[in-house]
């Protein structure tokens, strides 16, 4: 008898078994970072709802402040302020914004960019 | 040696599930005692004995050589019902359900590397089960999913070819070794 005879230790049907098992691990891989993306982006100003945008479409929108104009620019499902004129830049500084709950608010132009999933990860936010 | 008071009448059915889960739980210290980089990553050598048992003496011998090791090694190692041997018993009780099943498929195609991976990948899935739902909520355990799944493929699979070898060994024994196990 062989020592080790591997090919017919394992039958066809193992083979399956493994292959089965192989696409599990890959699907599981992949799963946390295909679920929860964000889909839509609410966009407000003055603290009302100014627009509330899929994410599918690139695009740029400008928003109407006390200041002046806020650019959004929506681009390969993420989202950013592309200009602002507040003072500090803080919002346009926070870059691409591309998980659902997370936000961009330029405070002295009272306008905010939230991202949103298909689950609301918060009930609201305080800072 | 005082002569015990108490007699116990055993069956030589007992006496062999008696043998073979001092084996498994032999094997059980063993994987203890081998370091791993990932908690909760082990070869579960102990589950060699579990796929001998079920292909040479039927499913009810494989289940108590199972959980007599979950309970005796966990004796042993101290962690007799705390959150490891939850984990331990959930474990084994799900890779016996697989076990059940999987031993149903079609011979001539799925051999004991089947059962084996089957039976570590059941045996994976209650406890991340039992992790997510009871001991850590809504921890990051997705992410760390596919390192054990693919451990549990490993182990299973060279488990699996370790039993499915050892079988294969003994499916054609010599006559003296056949008159020795009718002895023993």
């Known amino acids: 008898m062989k020592v080790f005879a591997a090919a017919s230790l394992i039958k066809s049907g193992d083979w399956l078994t493994m292959a089965a098992a192989a696409a599990l691990i890959a699907w599981l891989a992949l799963a946390p970072w295909r679920?929860?993306?964000?889909?839509?982006?609410?966009?407000r100003s003055g603290g009302q709802v100014f627009a509330d945008l899929g994410l599918l479409r690139d695009r740029s929108i400008s928003v109407p402040g006390p200041l002046g104009i806020s650019h959004i620019r929506i681009e390969n499902r993420r989202v950013r302020v592309a200009s602002d004129p507040s003072p500090r830049q803080y919002c346009v500084k926070q870059g691409w914004l591309e998980r659902p709950g997370e936000s961009a608010i330029c405070l002295p132009n009272q306008v905010s960019v939230e991202l949103t999933g298909r689950v609301k990860l918060y009930d609201s936010l305080n800072y | 040696?005082?002569?015990?008071?108490?007699?116990?009448?055993?069956?030589?059915?007992?006496?062999?599930?008696?043998?073979?889960?001092?084996?498994?739980?032999?094997?059980?210290?063993?994987?203890?005692?081998?370091?791993?980089?990932?908690?909760?990553?082990?070869?579960?050598?102990?589950?060699?004995?579990?796929?001998?048992?079920?292909?040479?003496?039927?499913?009810?011998?494989?289940?108590?050589?199972?959980?007599?090791?979950?309970?005796?090694?966990?004796?042993?190692?101290?962690?007799?019902?705390?959150?490891?041997?939850?984990?331990?018993?959930?474990?084994?009780?799900?890779?016996?359900?697989?076990?059940?099943?999987?031993?149903?498929?079609?011979?001539?195609?799925?051999?004991?590397?089947?059962?084996?991976?089957?039976?570590?990948?059941?045996?994976?899935?209650?406890?991340?089960?039992?992790?997510?739902?009871?001991?850590?909520?809504?921890?990051?355990?997705?992410?760390?999913?596919?390192?054990?799944?693919?451990?549990?493929?490993?182990?299973?699979?060279?488990n699996g070819l370790v039993a499915a070898r050892l079988l294969q060994a003994d499916e054609a024994p010599l006559p003296a070794e056949e008159a020795q196990a009718a002895r023993a």
């Open chain 1, 35 to 43: 679920q929860g993306g964000a889909e839509r982006v609410v966009i």
């Open chain 2, 1 to 158: 040696m005082t002569r015990s008071t108490i007699s116990l009448a055993t069956s030589a059915e007992d006496h062999r599930i008696a043998r073979l889960a001092a084996l498994a739980i032999g094997l059980a210290l063993v994987d203890a005692a081998i370091p791993s980089p990932l908690p909760g990553v082990k070869p579960g050598l102990a589950n060699i004995v579990v796929l001998l048992v079920l292909h040479r003496h039927g499913f009810a011998a494989a289940a108590w050589v199972s959980l007599l090791r979950v309970v005796a090694g966990s004796l042993i190692l101290g962690s007799f019902l705390s959150p490891s041997f939850v984990l331990s018993l959930s474990g084994a009780l799900a890779s016996l359900l697989s076990l059940n099943l999987a031993y149903r498929l079609p011979a001539r195609w799925f051999g004991p590397v089947s059962h084996s991976i089957l039976a570590a990948i059941a045996h994976l899935a209650a406890q991340l089960g039992v992790v997510g739902l009871w001991l850590i909520p809504f921890s990051g355990l997705a992410y760390l999913a596919p390192f054990f799944a693919a451990a549990a493929l490993l182990f299973g699979s060279v």
